[in-house]
């Protein structure tokens, strides 16, 4: 079955405790993103990785770090966690990203993590 | 700066009714929208997706019409029914490097 799937699910820490939240995708897509829900404020883009290597920021990158050393797998890394990265974390993939034209561009989302640091 | 946006926060229907989710976008470059569903506990699905050289697509119970005079795209779910119950967002790929995406409209559907 084709899916992007995300460890943990849950996830309570503490204040400062490095975490890593792994995603995975079995469809051999290129594109790769991470994504935070927050109330009000709808999903924001974390990081993104157009291929193996190859990672740039996205509109609320800090307090995070990604690595993309294959390319199913994307890791979130929070180094130092704080309250206010509290929050409902997803990955997401795609077969196409922007230069690629003709698309397909949809992204398939992860079950998502709910993070919350105390 | 630019933003997708929904016009209503929640919409309320009857089952069977024809429901339909209002979008404005600001960004007059984008070339690309999504419509996503997102039911409690799971993540962001895909539904639709609309290219800024249409006016209109279909897909199987919804369609999507994009209006570029004014920035508004629509989603249109025909005969409603309760599994359609979710919050849905519309997305602009932006230059097609990222998805920005609306806050999100919650439709709730009455038997």
């Known amino acids: 079955e084709a899916q992007v799937t995300q460890n943990p699910r849950y996830l309570i820490t503490v204040t400062g405790k490095k975490l890593t939240v792994t995603c995975s995708q079995n469809m051999n897509h290129e594109y790769m993103s991470w994504y935070r829900q927050d109330p009000g404020l709808g999903l924001r883009q974390i990081y993104y990785?157009?291929?193996?290597?190859?990672?740039d920021k996205g509109d609320v990158p800090e307090g995070y770090k990604v690595s993309r050393k294959e390319k199913r797998n994307f890791p979130l890394i929070l180094e130092s966690p704080s309250p206010n990265q509290t929050s409902l974390y997803f990955c997401?993939?795609?077969?196409?990203?922007?230069?690629?034209?003709?698309?397909?561009?949809?992204?398939?989302f992860g079950p998502g993590t709910r993070l919350t640091v105390t | 700066g630019e933003s997708v946006g929904l016009h209503l926060p929640t919409l309320s229907v009857q089952e069977g009714d024809n429901s339909i989710i209002n979008c404005a976008y600001s960004?007059?470059?984008?070339?690309?929208f999504i419509w996503y569903k997102q039911e409690s506990g799971k993540g962001p699905q895909f539904i639709i997706d609309?290219?800024?050289?249409?006016d209109k697509r279909q897909g199987q119970r919804v369609t999507v019409l994009l209006n570029k005079t004014v920035k508004h795209l629509s989603l249109q779910i025909a005969a409603t029914q309760p599994g359609d119950s979710a919050v849905y967002f519309c997305?602009?790929?932006?230059?097609?490097?990222?998805?920005?995406f609306g806050t999100g409209t919650r439709l709730l559907v009455s038997p």
């Open positions: 609309i290219r800024s050289n249409m």
């Open positions: 997401a993939s795609s077969l196409s990203w922007g230069g690629a034209p003709g698309g397909p561009y949809e992204q398939y």
């Open positions: 997305a602009d790929l932006t230059g097609f490097q990222k998805l920005v």
């Open positions: 990785s157009m291929n193996v290597e190859v990672t």
């Open positions: 960004n007059s470059a984008s070339d690309y």
